[in-house]
């Protein structure tokens, strides 16, 4: 009866862990939504390869819009990398669209958190590559059903 229960336990740590992150994405960029801007201006916009393994464990290359920009609040001087808060791997054309938008001299918007203005970011409102509550609530879900098979159908 314990092996169940510990698998149960650990189902639902790691939906747990899948979800708190999902959550948290969620919260900053909601926060981030409300943050003030100032007028930044964007030093480097280069499309970067990224490669890693996928889940399955086969070799894949993604690419990273690599941007950096200034700006200016208060009077003090930040430089920013982040463009959004969600999972920054695309393919080249989406990538080179994302850096043609943030091109070199441009001038976006740049949102920062007024309780630490040197965080910063472009798109605060992009859900794009947001995590997905999804896997969280399987892996919970799925902990609860072996729990009960294992304690309703015991060996």
């Known amino acids: 009866m314990q092996v ?10 790691i939906g747990a862990l899948f979800l708190l992150n999902a959550i948290k994405s969620r919260l900053l960029i909601r926060r981030a939504s409300n943050w003030p801007s100032v007028k930044g201006k964007v030093l480097s916009s280069e499309v970067e390869e990224d490669r890693f393994r996928n889940p399955t464990g086969k070799a894949t290359i993604a ?3 690599a941007i950096e920009y200034s700006y200016k609040v208060n009077g003090t001087a930040y430089t920013g ?7 920054t791997n695309y393919d080249y054309i989406i ?12 001038t976006p918007d740049v949102f920062y958190n007024p309780a630490n203005p040197a965080e910063s970011v472009l798109a605060p409102k992009s859900t794009e590559g947001q995590r997905s ?5 399987f892996f919970i879900v799925t902990g609860i059903l072996v729990g009960l098979v294992g304690i309703l159908l015991p060996g």
């Open 4 to 13: 169940p229960i510990l698998f149960m336990l650990g189902f639902i740590l």
């Open 63 to 65: 690419f990273v819009p």
């Open 133 to 137: 509550v999804i896997p969280g609530v």
């Open 81 to 87: 990398t982040r463009v959004t808060f969600g999972v």
């Open 95 to 106: 990538a080179s669209k994302i850096c043609d938008k943030f091109a070199v001299e441009s």
